[in-house]
C-alpha cells in the first residue's frame, strides 16, 4: 500500500488527529525506522546475545534476584562498559540503597560520570526520575532499588497504621507517566537512554501451586518492562584448598524471563570476580571465558581437537586462545562483533558455565 491508493479520508483523519496531538503520533508503518530500537551492552557477551544483542534502548528492564546474587554488579558493569565505549556516556542512579562509590569504581565506573539521587521517598525518587528522562540528557537510569523506596504517606505514620498497596499505587502511576515521557521520534534519531530497576524476589504466603515468588510493586508494573532478567549465583569461584580455601567470584546465572524483542527464557553464565587471586582482576568478568564458549556454540570458532581456529589464526589449546584474547583488543572485538552477528541469523543463548563444545 502507498499512500496514493490510502483512502483520502482516513489521510484526513490522520492530520486531524497530528495536529491535534502532535506530529508523528500517526504514521504510516513503513515510515519507521528499523535502526531506531538501538541496543546497549550489558558488559557482558553473555547476557548480550541472551538479549538479542544487549538492553533495547529506550526502554525499562527489570533486573531481578535474590539477595547479594550479583543484581547491582550487573547494572554496574553496565554503565562502565558503555563508558568506555562513550566518553559522554552519562548515568543517573536513584540510590534509595547507599550509594558505594569504592564497589562502583572496582566494577570499573567513572563516578565522575554518575549523577546520584540519595533518596527513599518513593515519591521524590519516581518524580526526579520522570524529569530527567524528560530531559533527554542521560543515557542510563538505575533504580536501586524498588524494595528500598517508602511511600511518601507509609513514611509519615506509625508503625502499626497501615499502607497497604500504596507502593504499587505509585509504581504503576510512575510507570504510565515515565511511559509518556520515555517516547522518542519514530522518524528521526534522538538520544536513547535505558532504564534499569533492580528488584528482588519475595515469597507469597499459603501459595500451594505454581511459582509461590512475586515482586514489590504489584503485579501491573511487569507489563511495563520491555525485558525482564532474573540473576541468580550458580556457583562459587574458588582458590586454594583446604583451609586456605576462599571465595574470589561467583558465577552469575543470567535468565530472560520476559523480552519484547528476542526469544524469551534464554540463558547466560557470567563469570564475575569480586576479590583478589582469580584468573581475572576484581570487578571483573571472564569475558575471554564467554567469547569462546559462545564462538564455538556458534561455529565461530572451530575446534578441531586440541586445536581452536578463528579467521585464518590458530591456537593450540583453550588456554592460549584465551590469553590471546586477554591481550588482543582488537582480537577481542572481532569476536565480539562476529558472535553478535549470529544473533540476528539465530544463535544459540544457552551458554553452560563448562562448555566448549
Known amino acids: 500500500m502507498t499512500k496514493s ?25 513503513t515510515d519507521i525506522r528499523d535502526d531506531l530500537i538501538g541496543r546497549v551492552t550489558t558488559g557482558s557477551l553473555a547476557l548480550d546475545v541472551a538479549l538479542g544483542g544487549g538492553w533495547p534502548t529506550n526502554q525499562w528492564h527489570e533486573i531481578v534476584g535474590e539477595e547479594s546474587n550479583g543484581k547491582t554488579a550487573i ?36 563516578i565522575n560520570r554518575v549523577f546520584v539521587i540519595s533518596t ?14 524528560e530531559s533527554k540528557g542521560a543515557d542510563c537510569i538505575v533504580i536501586d532499588s524498588l524494595p528500598a523506596l517508602v511511600p ?12 497497604v498497596g500504596r507502593g504499587a499505587l505509585l509504581t504503576n502511576k510512575f510507570f504510565r507517566k515515565v511511559g509518556l515521557a520515555s517516547k522518542r521520534s519514530l522518524i528521526e534519531i534522538e538520544r536513547p537512554f535505558i532504564g534499569i530497576m533492580i528488584n528482588q524476589w519475595r ?23 520491555f525485558t525482564r532478567v532474573e540473576i541468580k549465583r550458580d556457583d562459587w569461584i574458588e582458590v586454594g584448598t583446604g583451609d586456605s580455601k576462599r571465595r ?23 563469570d564475575f570476580y569480586f576479590a583478589d587471586g582469580g584468573t ?16 564455538i556454540i556458534n561455529k565461530v570458532i572451530i575446534r578441531a581437537g586440541a586445536y581452536y581456529r578463528y579467521a585464518e589464526r590458530q591456537w593450540q589449546g583453550a588456554d592460549a586462545m584465551v590469553s590471546s584474547i586477554k591481550e588482543e583488543i582488537d582480537l577481542r572485538d572481532t569476536l565480539e562483533k562476529d558472535v553478535l552477528e549470529t544473533v540476528k541469523a539465530g544463535s544459540k543463548y544457552v551458554v553452560e558455565p563448562d562448555d566448549e563444545e
Open 120 to 133: 527513599n521517598i518513593m515519591e521524590e525518587a519516581y518524580e526526579a526520575v520522570i524529569q530527567v528522562v
Open 152 to 163: 511518601g504517606a507509609e513514611d509519615e505514620k506509625e508503625m502499626d497504621e497501615y499502607t
Open 203 to 225: 515469597d507469597r504466603v499459603g501459595v500451594m501451586y505454581g511459582d509461590p515468588r512475586t515482586t514489590p510493586g504489584g503485579k501491573g508494573k511487569n507489563y511495563s518492562y
Open 248 to 270: 574470589v567470584g561467583q558465577t552469575i546465572k543470567a535468565r530472560t524471563i520476559k523480552n519484547k524483542s528476542a526469544p524469551p527464557s534464554q540463558v547466560g553464565y557470567i
Open 280 to 295: 581475572v582482576a576484581p570487578g571483573e568478568y571472564d569475558f575471554a571465558k564467554e567469547i569462546v564458549a559462545l564462538g
Open 75 to 110: 547494572a554496574l558493569k553496565t554503565i562502565a562498559a558503555n563508558q568506555k565505549k562513550d566518553p559522554e556516556f552519562t548515568t543517573v542512579w536513584v540510590a534509595a540503597e547507599q550509594w558505594v562509590p569504592s564497589y562502583a569504581e572496582l566494577c570499573g565506573v567513572d
Open 5 to 29: 491508493t490510502i483512502n483520502p479520508e482516513l489521510l484526513k483523519v490522520i492530520a486531524k488527529l497530528n495536529k491535534k496531538f502532535g506530529p508523528e503520533t500517526i504514521v504510516i508503518g
